[in-house]
């Protein structure tokens, strides 16, 4: 059992996720009788938006709008309009502390055609472009992408933000700090063969990381059914909010920190690039 250090904040956690349709506010009851007491609710898709509003208001969490790049093929133009709306709508909802799921992500085949990396590309700047007019922070889906990512930011600055599940190297982590973002850290972290990720998290300034589990998806290794598993009919552990108090214990091993210390520190570290959380 892990005790209880602190408080925790899970920066990235799709609570709206069909995966927790049968036992959503279990999971959520769950995850804070073991310290989590702020989850970040990303939204995917415009059809969402509501949802994760609503979910963030019920649970005294944290949402944020946005149309994610594996969402872009279906996305229409009109969304974005809609999420100006939205964005300017619910400006006063204490709630609602960025702009994201945004990004590109050009490890799925099929988003990464010329055609479609354009698309993803004009629905990434738009996006920027709105979280810039609104003073909101973004919160970044980083998947080969990073330098792109990066170009777009420095063509349209905004406040701060997350690069989420971050995996790049040691300059693409720097130049993303530079920007005035948090680095988010994991589930990935706890395999022992991400020999990169763990070195990386150990060496970035301790005021560089956020934690976040990205439930239900990269379960930690301790959920993980490999493939064999899979085929002899094991089913895939469904991450949640509440391991990341021992995704956390990872992290805190790896960089020798208490947990209570790595707990405070990364609290400081999300509200300092989601300034938003300190009045949700
Ligand atoms: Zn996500």
Not at 21 to 27: L, N
Not at 69 to 86: G, K
Not at 150 to 156: F, I, P
Request: proline share 5%; hydrophobic share 45%.
């Amino acid at each position: 059992m892990i005790q209880h250090s602190g408080m925790w904040i899970d920066t990235h956690c799709h609570l709206d996720a069909a995966e927790f349709d049968a036992d959503r506010d279990a999971v959520r009851a769950v995850a804070r009788q073991v310290g989590v007491a702020r989850c970040v609710i990303p939204a995917v898709q415009r059809a969402h938006w509501a949802d994760v509003a609503e979910l963030a208001e019920r649970h005294g969490d944290a949402y944020a709008l946005g149309i994610h790049p594996l969402y872009v093929p279906q996305a229409q133009e009109a969304d974005l309009l809609a999420l100006d709306h939205a964005l300017r709508e619910r400006a006063g909802d204490p709630r609602l502390v960025a702009v994201g799921e945004i990004g590109l992500d050009f490890f799925v085949p099929a988003l990464s055609s010329p055609e479609m990396r354009e698309r993803q590309w004009f629905f990434y700047t738009a996006q920027l472009k709105l979280a810039q007019q609104h003073g909101l922070p973004v919160i970044l889906h980083v998947r080969r992408s990073a330098d792109l990512l990066l170009k777009g930011l420095r063509q349209c600055p905004v406040v701060s933000g997350i690069a989420h599940a971050f995996n790049g190297s040691a300059q693409q982590a720097d130049a993303f700090l530079a920007l005035g973002f948090a680095l988010g850290f994991g589930g990935t972290l706890t395999y022992e063969r991400a020999l990169q990720l763990r070195r990386l998290a150990c060496d970035l300034p301790l005021s560089a990381l956020v934690l976040e589990t990205d439930a239900p998806d990269i379960p930690p290794q301790w959920l993980y059914q490999t493939a064999e598993q899979r085929a002899q009919g094991a089913v895939q552990g469904r991450n949640s909010p509440a391991e990341l108090p021992r995704i956390a214990q990872v992290l805190a091993d790896l960089r020798g920190l208490t947990l209570g210390d790595l707990a405070t520190a990364t609290t400081r570290n999300a509200l300092r690039v989601l300034p938003g959380l300190a009045r949700a």
